[in-house]
C-alpha cells in the first residue's frame, strides 16, 4: 500500500473575485515523481506555492510528512526542498560559497564539493552562477533543494530551455536523487518528460484536476475511447535524430 507524503484535500486560492485553484484533492505518494501538469494559468504554481508554505491558502486542508499546514508550517519547511528561482543567487560568490551560505541558512552541515559532485559541476565549483551555462545553472538551483537533506522535492519547469543533452542529463539527476530516496513533485510542459520520469500525474486545467493516473494508464484510457493519431508513429523521433548526430554528452562541460 503506497503511503502518502503529501494530501491536498478541496484546496481553494482565490485572487480577489477570481478563483484559481477550486477545490482540489491529491495525495502525492512516499518515495514517487509526481508530475503536475497543466496549460499556462491552470494553477500548477499556486497549488505548489501554498503546499511549499509559500502562499496563503483560502480553504482547504494540506498534510506534508504528517505535518498540517496550518499548524506546523516551519515543521513542514524542515523536510521539503524548493529550487528558488536563479535570480536569487548572490552574485560575488562561487558555487562552493554559495552552498556553504545556504547551509549555513539551513543550519546543516554539508560537504559542498560532495554536493556538487552529486549534480556533476565539481569542475565548476569556484565559478560563479552567473557564469554557468543553462543547464548547469539548472542543476545547480537542483543541488541547492537538497541541502536540507528533504523528504521531498519540488521542482518548477526544472528543464525549460535546456538543450536535449542537457535535458536528459538532468533527467539522470532527478531519477538519481528519486532512486536515493526523495519524492519528487515536478511541474513540466513536457509530455514526453512527463511519461519519462513521472510515476503518477495529474493533469489540472482551469483549477481543476481533470485526470489523475499513472502516464500508461491515462494513455490506455485514451486509445480506449478509440482515439488513434492520424499519422503513423515512427520507431524514433526528431529528438533521436538529434541526439544521434549531435551525440550524448554535455557541450558545457
Ligand atoms: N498573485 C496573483 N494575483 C492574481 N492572480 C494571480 C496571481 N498569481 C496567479 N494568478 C492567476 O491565477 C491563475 C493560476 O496561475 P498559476 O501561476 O498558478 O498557473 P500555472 O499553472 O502555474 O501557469 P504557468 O504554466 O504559466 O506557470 C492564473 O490565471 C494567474 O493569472
Same mark, same amino acid.
Given at each position: ?9 478541496n484546496?481553494?486560492?482565490?485572487? /480577489? *473575485? ?12 512516499e518515495?514517487?515523481?509526481?508530475? &503536475? ?24 486542508d494540506?498534510?506534508v510528512?504528517g505535518?498540517?499546514?496550518?499548524r506546523?508550517?516551519?515543521a ?7 529550487q $528558488? *528561482?536563479a ?12 552552498v556553504?551560505?545556504?547551509a549555513? $541558512? ?6 559542498a564539493? /560532495? &554536493? ?9 565549483a569556484?565559478?560563479?552562477f ?7 545553472? *539548472? ?11 528533504p523528504?521531498v522535492?519540488? %521542482? ?5 530551455? $535546456?538543450?536535449? *543533452? ?6 539522470e %539527476? ?16 513536457y509530455?514526453?518528460?512527463?511519461e519519462? &520520469?513521472?510515476n503518477?500525474?495529474?493533469i ?5 484536476i481533470v ?22 508513429v515512427?520507431?524514433?523521433n526528431?529528438?533521436d ?6 551525440g550524448?554528452?554535455l557541450?558545457e562541460d
Amino acid at each position: 500500500m503506497a503511503t502518502p507524503i503529501i494530501s491536498v484535500s478541496n484546496l481553494v486560492k482565490d485572487y /480577489d *473575485q477570481f478563483r484559481a485553484v477550486k477545490g482540489i484533492s491529491f495525495e502525492v505518494y512516499e518515495g514517487e515523481i509526481f508530475g &503536475l501538469l497543466g496549460p499556462n494559468g491552470a494553477g500548477k504554481s499556486t497549488t505548489l506555492e501554498i503546499i511549499e508554505t509559500l502562499r496563503e491558502k483560502t480553504s482547504g486542508d494540506v498534510v506534508v510528512g504528517g505535518y498540517n499546514l496550518d499548524r506546523e508550517p516551519d515543521a513542514i519547511k524542515g523536510i521539503i526542498g524548493v529550487q $528558488l *528561482q536563479a535570480s536569487g543567487y548572490y552574485p560575488g560568490l562561487n558555487l562552493l560559497q554559495l552552498v556553504d551560505l545556504f547551509a549555513g $541558512l539551513y543550519n546543516q552541515r554539508v560537504h559542498a564539493m /560532495d &554536493l556538487l559532485r552529486t549534480v556533476n559541476l565539481e569542475e565548476k565549483a569556484r565559478a560563479k552562477f552567473k557564469d554557468l551555462s543553462g543547464g548547469q545553472k *539548472q542543476r545547480f538551483s537542483v543541488a541547492t533543494t537538497l541541502i536540507n537533506k528533504p523528504r521531498v522535492v519540488f %521542482l518548477d519547469e526544472p528543464t525549460t530551455g $535546456l538543450d536535449p *543533452q542537457a535535458r536528459r542529463n538532468l533527467w539522470e %539527476l532527478i531519477r538519481k536523487i528519486n532512486a536515493e530516496g526523495t519524492t519528487v513533485i515536478i511541474t513540466t510542459h513536457y509530455m514526453d518528460e512527463a511519461e519519462y &520520469l513521472c510515476n503518477r500525474i495529474a493533469i489540472i486545467d482551469s483549477g481543476e484536476i481533470v485526470a489523475l493516473d499513472t502516464p500508461d494508464q491515462l494513455i490506455d484510457n485514451l486509445v480506449a475511447t478509440g482515439f488513434e493519431r492520424s499519422k503513423e508513429v515512427k520507431k524514433a523521433n526528431l529528438e533521436d535524430v538529434f541526439i544521434q548526430l549531435t551525440g550524448k554528452h554535455l557541450r558545457e562541460d
